[in-house]
Each structure stands twice: as structure tokens, then as C-alpha cells.
């Protein structure tokens, strides 16, 4: 199985701050690569795919790149709305597997 | 908007069975294939299982290939999850979530708590 290796565990950022948030893949996943977000109590959310396409009805400050096996989340002006889980998924080989989680507090 | 809603959780002795519905509107249902993917408490999200719009095709993780059954019934636009043998490791919060032809899920339940445990 591809293993998606997701940093940091947890961050805490201040409003309007630049957030990046990565995912390292143990092989080329060829920009199959998306982010969710979850917040508390509700069901996650797809963000982005295809490693920077957005999902309609997303913010414009949230932004995805990378390439081969290096991939990040962005999130330019951190908002209070904002704080949440984050997970990226790799879509290129079965199984889909995922990375462990970044929790995002607002500072 | 679309929405799906899982029932059918709660405690299970190991060893024992349960059967998790996800029932879904605000779509037509029988045009997606629909997974189900848990987590754990302190745990990364975990794929489980998928199936296919018409049920042809179905892919099971390895951890519960042969003790969890997917099915799906479309004229009620419900998915199932049929358990059995469970172990304590199956505790998580499971999820249904739909599939994406480019292998992502665009829209995710609001979870059903499974927790295996005498």
C-alpha cells in the first residue's frame, strides 16, 4: 500500500496567517493526490483534487502543489471558520490510503 | 444537497455482528459507486470498502476482507455494511462516502460509532 505521511500533527496559527499543511507519498502518485477537511462534528468536506484542482464552493485562499511524491495544502489568511482537521488521500493505487491528520487551531 | 446518513451502530461484543445502513438523497444514487472508510479514536481515516454503481464490482481492505460484507440496494438509495467477527479493532466511526470516478469522495455521512468491546 502507498503510505501518506502527513505534516504537522497539529498546528496552531493566528488570524490572516499563511498555513501549510504537507502529505509525503512513499511513491509517485502522479498528482492524484486530494484534501478534506473536517470540522468538529461535522462530515469531512472535499477541498481540493488532483493536487490543486478546488472543489466548487471553496475558498480562493485555499490552494494545492506539489508533484511526484511532495504535496501541500495552503491556506492563505488563516480564517476562523478554518479550524479544523485536514487529511490528505492518494486516488493513484488501490487501496486509497490517506495521511494521519493535521489539526488547525486559530491561535 | 446532497446527504447521506448512516445508522445501525453502536456496542458489539468481539466476535459478534452488526449491520451499518447509509441511506441517501438529494442524488441519483444508483449513477455512483459508494465506499465506506472508518477511524479509529487516535487513528487516521482507513478505506475500507467499495462498490460500484451496479454492484459489480466491489474492493475490500485486507483487514476486513472476508468478515465485512458491502451491499447495496438502489430502488431505496441505501448502502449497507454487514459485519461480522468483529474484533476490537474494528472500533471506529464509520463513515459512507461517495465516489468520485478519479478515486476521491465527494461527499461524506456524518459517521456512525462502532465500538467492539466486552
Known amino acids: 500500500d502507498i503510505q501518506m505521511t502527513q505534516s504537522p500533527a497539529s498546528l496552531s496559527a493566528s488570524l490572516g496567517e499563511t498555513v501549510s499543511i504537507e502529505c509525503l507519498a512513499s511513491?509517485?502518485?502522479?498528482?492524484?493526490l486530494a484534501w478534506y477537511q473536517r470540522k468538529s462534528g461535522k462530515s469531512p468536506q472535499l477541498l481540493m483534487y488532483a493536487a490543486s484542482r478546488l472543489e466548487d464552493g471553496v475558498p480562493s485562499r485555499f490552494s494545492g502543489s506539489g508533484s511526484v511524491t511532495r504535496y501541500s495544502l495552503k491556506i492563505s489568511g488563516m480564517q476562523p471558520e478554518d479550524e479544523a482537521d485536514y487529511f490528505c488521500q492518494q486516488s493513484y493505487k488501490y487501496p486509497p490510503t490517506f495521511g494521519g491528520g493535521t489539526k488547525l487551531e486559530l491561535k | 444537497e446532497v446527504q447521506l446518513v448512516e445508522s445501525g451502530g453502536g456496542l458489539v461484543q468481539p466476535g459478534g455482528s452488526l449491520k451499518l445502513s447509509c441511506v441517501a438523497s438529494e442524488f441519483t444514487f444508483s449513477n455512483y459507486g459508494m465506499n465506506w472508510i472508518r477511524q479509529a479514536p487516535g487513528k487516521g481515516l482507513e478505506w475500507v470498502v467499495y462498490?460500484?454503481?451496479?454492484?459489480?464490482?466491489?474492493y475490500y481492505a485486507e483487514t476486513v476482507k472476508g468478515r465485512f460484507t458491502i451491499s447495496r440496494d438502489n430502488a431505496n438509495n441505501a448502502l449497507y455494511l454487514h459485519m461480522t467477527s468483529l474484533r476490537s479493532e474494528d472500533t471506529a466511526l464509520y463513515y459512507c462516502a461517495r465516489h468520485v470516478d478519479s478515486g476521491y469522495f465527494d461527499y461524506w455521512g456524518q459517521g456512525v460509532m462502532v465500538t467492539v468491546s466486552s
Open positions: 462498490i460500484s454503481s451496479g454492484s459489480s464490482y466491489i
Open positions: 511513491e509517485d502518485i502522479s498528482n492524484d
